[in-house]
């Protein structure tokens, strides 16, 4: 079992910057592909970003390319989404989830094979 915990949410103004960080517990943390997914109100929750778990591959959102970079620290049993140029648009509940599966390619971008998720982090972005 594994708990995950996000932080580093807040308020922002357009064209700001924000690091939203996950603290897993336990010691398997670095055979997890993790991932980073957000829900606005009244939409579905969608696929933002994604990391395996040596960290040789990431998988980003089209239109968050460019603005935002996730990374790992397995020696911190941390994931971090580094979100840069934030738009109005990017107002969300940002949720970090990890999926047991090992593999060295691309990460999943498929909601429903990620295991384990935390309680998300509100981020919204000011006009």
């Known amino acids: 079992q594994v708990q995950l915990v996000e932080s580093g949410g807040g308020l922002v103004q357009a064209g700001g910057s924000l690091r939203l960080s996950c603290l897993a517990s336990?010691?398997?943390?670095?055979?997890?592909?993790m991932g980073w997914f957000r829900q606005a109100p009244g939409k579905e929750r969608e696929f933002v970003a994604a990391?395996?778990?040596?960290?040789?591959?990431?998988d980003l959102l089209d239109s968050v390319t460019g603005r935002f970079t996730i990374s790992r620290d397995n020696a911190k049993n941390t994931v971090y989404l580094q979100m840069n140029s934030l738009k109005p648009e990017d107002t969300a509940t940002y949720y970090c989830?990890?999926?047991?599966?090992?593999?060295?390619?691309?990460?999943?971008?498929?909601?429903?094979?990620?295991?384990?998720w935390g309680q998300g982090t509100q981020v919204t972005v000011s006009s």
């Open positions: 989830a990890a999926d047991r599966v090992i593999s060295t390619g691309t990460p999943t971008r498929i909601l429903r094979h990620y295991d384990y």
């Open positions: 336990g010691s398997t943390f670095s055979r997890y592909t």
């Open positions: 990391i395996n778990y040596v960290g040789s591959k990431t």
